[in-house]
């Protein structure tokens, strides 16, 4: 899943990038509030990390910005501590609050759960017929059988397992993939998709030529 960190402390968000790419989540990092404003209203991204104390523009203003157009989950990162602080952060859109200094671990865990929330699942095992997915440990069983993925693999088959019977297009499962960073060759979805399909069944996924990809939630 992409994710957008939005943080002008250089080094924090490096330790945050560091430990989401780790995670398995693509990271676009901004460290200007404009800039990211920008790339929402460009790019889809599965969640944002953002600071307040931004440059340029404030964090808060981004936020308000944000959600006049959007509802991508929000977990907003700062060393404002005050109730009034979080509450106007939480009235502004944001899905979560988390206060700087914090645990890693933490916002992983509460990345997760906005990200589900969003997903509209309660927890963090997701099951389609005999595939299952634990979120939480990154881990892929199927037909009772655990099924190692790589992190791109296990981020659209998540993707197309938390849609199923939906038809994903080509352009929205490239943007969950890869960040602005990446070099893309012109096949990598069709790439990651056929070793999906040889690790699990060669019928689990399909192809709508022209428009994208389902994942059969009535296969048994």
């Known amino acids: 899943m992409r994710i957008l960190l939005v943080e002008d402390d250089p080094l924090l968000g490096d330790g945050v990038e560091t430990a989401l790419k780790r ?3 693509t990271v676009d990092w901004l460290t ?3 800039q990211a404003l920008t790339a929402l209203e460009t ?6 990390v953002l600071d307040l104390g931004l440059p340029g523009m404030d964090g808060m203003e981004v936020l308000k ?8 989950p929000v977990i907003i990162l700062t060393a404002r501590d005050s109730l009034e602080d ?3 952060g939480l009235d502004a859109g944001a899905d979560d609050y988390l206060l700087k200094p914090f645990e890693l671990q933490e916002l992983l865990a509460r990345l997760r759960v906005v990200i589900r929330r969003a997903n509209g699942r309660a927890t963090q095992k997701l099951s389609v ?10 881990e892929v069983v199927w037909r009772n059988e655990p099924i190692k993925l790589g992190r791109r693999e296990y981020a659209l088959l998540l993707e197309l397992a938390s849609n199923a019977g939906q038809v994903l297009t080509r352009p929205h499962l490239e943007q969950l993939l ?8 012109s096949n990598a979805l069709e790439v990651h998709i056929h070793h999906l399909r040889k690790k699990l069944d060669s019928r689990l996924i399909i192809t709508l030529r022209g428009i994208g990809y389902r994942l059969d939630d009535g296969l048994t």
């Open 23 to 25: 995670e398995g989540y």
């Open 32 to 34: 200007n509030g404009k």
């Open 43 to 48: 790019d889809s991204f599965a969640a944002v």
């Open 65 to 72: 910005h944000l959600r006049e157009q959007l509802s991508v």
């Open 86 to 88: 979080r509450i106007l």
């Open 129 to 138: 017929g005999p595939l299952s997915i634990d979120d939480a440990r990154h």
């Open 178 to 185: 890869y960040g602005w960073q990446d070099e893309v060759e």
